[in-house]
């Protein structure tokens, strides 16, 4: 981000947690048991972008710096996110995550569980030494996280806008913990009520828009660039910002629309079905579409920090904020 390459001392702060964040990830999920050990240890060691420990780091720094227990608030909700995607993969039947094999492809449905369950219960173990609100916060985040799960299994209720819907289950599922990366980096840094709520606010925000970015670069990169493979969510008739975009265009009239919505209703189960399908939304109208309901809410993100002072660490957010779209994976 340029505004940390501008301040070296700002960007040594950040490497430097984010290497003792690594560290504690790795002794969080260690395991004497040599199954626990493997399980565990699998995404994390896949990698991933570690996005929520780094806004929990640049949320401290627009309080009173990082320190101790924000280090271990950004391991916290490293390891909740780590949890749920054992869960996710289970219940989308997803091959791959961050290039490798699912943990339920590998040791089957039971054991990735019980996995995600184990990080989960470790996570509430760390949260449980952090001072003020933490825990409730964790357990806030925790409930809005299923309660979104369970809305995008149940669908959206009769009359309700499915798009509307849609962002509804993506504030709970990605916005909730992303919020809670806010609100434990400023609360933990001593930052002021009025601080912490822009700083929740703010990831809320963040949140929606990196899940909706997520969903067009599923449909527009190869799997080489995501780790996963392309369309996953089309072949699960999981609902996503192209898809609802292409069902209101095609809704409204739109010929090309309706053509490229029969093969995305169509039978995807074969690799060649779903490819086609794959092709054809990425080269419609609709995913210009979703980049702009995405970008409007990066720019509604950056207008949440408006009452912030000037500094290097909100001119971070600000770039943090429109990294979140502008990404290939």
């Known amino acids: 981000m340029e505004a940390i390459a501008q301040d070296p001392q700002l960007g040594g702060r950040l490497l430097t947690a984010m290497d003792e964040v690594e560290q504690r990830l790795g002794l969080q999920v260690a395991s004497s048991d040599p199954l626990i050990a493997v399980t565990a240890s699998h995404l994390l060691r896949a990698g991933g972008k570690r996005i929520r420990p780094l806004l929990t780091l640049l949320a401290a720094e627009i309080g009173g710096g990082i320190n101790d227990e924000v280090i271990n608030a950004s391991v916290v909700v490293e390891l909740t996110h780590l949890a749920s995607l054992y869960h996710d993969d289970v219940m989308d039947s997803a091959p791959v995550r961050r290039g490798v094999e699912t943990a339920h492809t590998v040791w089957g449905n039971n054991v990735a569980i019980l996995t995600g369950d184990l990080i989960f219960a470790r996570a509430s173990t760390l949260v449980s030494s952090l001072s003020g609100r933490a825990y409730q916060i964790q357990a806030q ?15 959206p209720p009769e009359g309700m806008d499915p798009l509307e819907h849609y962002i509804q289950v993506l504030s709970g599922k990605t916005g909730s913990l992303i919020a809670a990366c806010g609100t434990y980096g400023s609360m933990l840094a001593g930052a002021s009520a009025q601080v912490q ?3 929740e606010s703010y990831g809320e925000k963040i949140g929606v828009a990196f899940q909706l970015a997520d969903d067009v670069i599923d449909i527009t990169s190869t799997s080489g660039e995501t780790g996963k493979t392309p369309g996953t969510d089309l072949r699960e008739g999981i609902p996503t910002l192209p898809v609802l975009m292409l069902r209101r265009m095609a809704a409204d009239g739109d010929a090309s629309a309706q053509e490229v919505l029969t093969l995305v209703d169509g039978d995807l189960s074969t690799d060649e079905a779903l490819a086609q399908a794959v092709a054809a939304l990425a080269g419609h109208a609709a995913i210009e579409g979703s980049w702009s309901v995405a970008e409007a809410w990066v720019a509604d993100a950056e207008a949440t920090l408006e009452p912030l002072p000037e500094s290097t660490a909100k001119q971070a957010l600000h770039s943090f904020a429109r990294g979140m779209v502008h990404r290939s994976a």
């Open 141 to 155: 985040a925790f409930e809005r996280l299923v309660v979104g799960q369970l809305q995008e299994t149940s669908g």
């Open 197 to 199: 709520e822009i700083m």
